[in-house]
């Protein structure tokens, strides 16, 4: 019998799964050695990855007013009110859609950016009195940024063209082509104040929301987004970035000190597989997705892939015999993409002699006469499932630290500024404000945040710093914190994911100890939206 109470021929089932999955040390090092090849290679000249944001000037913590952010991603379309206060806090308030599944695939562009424009449209016209809305003057608009959390080759900080849809997205005629240009023209034609002035993504959007937030300035280094799907951004010397075709404010060249945050892409830092090994379910996942052979990374660590890999494998012990439930016919394991990886993190913190349980997984899966082997079987799967990608994860991060060069220099670089770039913006007077519309919103956001009821849950403010674990040692002085900011359900909900990703970071030779333990890693919920708008702040104060 094997551990769980699994008899000799069942055992060697799951433990040829969990095989698969596993990636030892010796493996990891490799992998964070291609990383860091493609991070240099990315940073030479144009790939799908190591995307230049054109964002110069990490936040200060100063930044203050009141911008609209969008956030498009995964499922979701979210429209954000963002108040920056400047003393590292800020006030949100916003409102939650879903994308319908026939605008995410669809022939062309036009009902996706209709669908957001009046989006925008419903959330200013809810909480601003009719009458202000035809008073408006054209020179009287919110700065937007536009949280676009799908690949584009920026050309600027407000321009860039789509190059590849994922997460099950397809849209062809958006492809090349300009996504705030595409926005612009669905607001124009329903004549909103509102101008899209910040092309962003949501793993730059989180790095700037932490960098603003964080007591320490000049300490944060990076940001992840893990959740339906995966991403990185980080702060990189634009010394290092020979693929630029036109460098910012039209120089040549650049001190060492000047900085530009990239966003890196990583789900597509192998997809030639030079180095990660794809298990048989990783191939399947792969074959049936929306974009064959891109991404392979982001299929192997997001969200939206993990509860697929588990299905697979649990149709493969079932056809092998090697379960004791049996699925009904509605049963999720029959449905394509039908297991949400909440399930993995749930089912994965179950005691092993916890009853429930097994109530879980029978109304979860639709099961009947689901034992404690079943339990240990998904649990064991799950588990290494969620291990390899909490490892590819501490890879990738590990990439970053060591081009970074944080590592090494980090003393001299607090010292002397490096890695930091301060832009401050300063908010008019308030007899400068416009009237009418602009003040009756800005009055609107301004009295939700201070009279909301206990029990609501928007707006959010967001004080700093944020509330996380606390994961530094003891010998580590606030000089030496390198700051990581994590969004994303994965990270959140699934309480052994930091754990597993610092084993990778203290296996590394460049890394040690040491450095892994001067990183902190902060959970930055909803970074996104609030990224974009801090964007869009320093976009303003660069037009004044």
């Known amino acids: 019998m094997l551990p769980g109470g699994l008899d000799d021929s069942r055992g060697a089932i799951v433990q040829s799964i969990v095989k698969e999955f596993e990636i030892d040390n010796l493996k990891i090092r490799d992998i964070v050695n291609h990383f860091v090849n493609q991070i240099k290679r990315g940073l030479q000249s144009k790939h799908s990855y190591q995307i230049p944001s054109f964002v110069t ?8 007013g009141l911008f609209l952010a969008i956030d498009l991603g995964g499922t979701n379309c979210r429209v954000c009110a963002v108040n920056l206060h400047g003393d590292s806090t800020f006030d949100t308030f916003q409102k939650k859609h879903v994308v319908p599944s026939e ?43 536009f949280t676009f959390s799908f690949t584009c080759e920026q050309t600027s900080i407000s321009q860039g063209t789509v190059v590849h849809w994922d997460k099950g997205w397809d849209i062809p005629t958006a492809l090349g082509r300009d996504p705030c240009a595409l926005l612009q023209d669905a607001i124009d034609e329903i004549n909103l104040p509102v101008k899209v002035c910040v092309l962003a993504n949501d793993a730059v959007g989180t790095l700037l929301t932490r960098a603003y937030t964080s007591t320490k300035k000049g300490s944060a280094l990076a940001s992840i987004i893990l959740g339906t799907g995966t991403n990185a951004a980080y702060v990189e010397h634009i010394s290092n970035i020979q693929r630029l075709d036109v460098r910012p404010n039209d120089t040549e060249s650049h001190p060492k000190d000047e900085v530009m945050v990239i966003n890196t892409e990583w789900g597509c830092w192998d997809d030639e597989l030079a180095v990660l090994s794809h298990t048989q379910y990783d191939k399947r996942v792969d074959e ?29 012990m079932m056809q092998r015999g090697a379960l004791d439930m049996a699925f009904e016919k509605r049963s999720l394991v029959y449905q394509p993409t039908g297991i949400e990886t909440a399930f993995l993190t749930k089912v994965t913190a179950f005691r092993q002699d916890d009853s429930s349980a097994l109530a879980y997984v029978a109304q979860s899966l639709a099961a009947e006469g689901v034992t404690s082997n079943d339990l240990f079987t998904i649990q064991t799967i799950a588990s290494a499932i969620v291990r390899r990608s909490a490892r590819l994860v501490g890879g990738g991060l590990a990439a970053i630290l060591v081009q970074s060069g944080r590592l090494q220099v980090e ?33 609107f956001i301004r009295h939700m945040c201070s009279c909301m009821a206990p029990g609501d849950t928007l707006p959010t403010t967001y004080d700093s710093p944020y509330d996380s674990k606390d994961t530094l040692g003891d010998l580590v002085s606030e000089d030496d914190v390198i700051d990581i900011a994590v969004d994303g359900s994965l990270f959140e909900f699934h309480a052994e994911f930091e754990n597993l990703m610092r084993s990778v970071l203290r296996d590394i030779p460049e890394i040690g100890v040491h450095n892994e333990s001067r990183l902190k890693i902060e959970l930055t919920r909803d970074g996104s939206g609030t990224g974009a708008a801090l964007i869009a702040a320093v976009a303003e104060g660069n037009t004044k």
Request: charged letters at 20%; one cysteine or more; proline letters at 5%.
């Open 57 to 64: 000037q990490i936040p200060s913590g100063h930044e203050k």
């Open 103 to 145: 605008i995410r695939v669809h022939a062309t562009h036009k009902p996706l950016f209709r669908f957001i424009a009046a989006k925008i449209q419903e959330f200013l016209q809810e909480y601003v009195p009719e009458k202000s809305l035809g008073n408006i003057e054209s020179e009287h608009t919110f700065n937007l940024g």
């Open 288 to 316: 049936t997705s929306s974009d064959p052979g891109c991404g392979l990374l982001e299929k192997m660590v997001s969200g939206m892939y993990l509860g697929e890999l588990l299905r697979l494998a649990l149709l493969e």
């Open 411 to 443: 003393r001299t670089a607090q010292k002397t500024g490096n890695m930091q770039s301060v832009h401050e913006i300063s908010q008019k007077p308030t007899q400068t404000q416009p009237i009418g519309f602009i003040a009756s919103f800005t009055r």
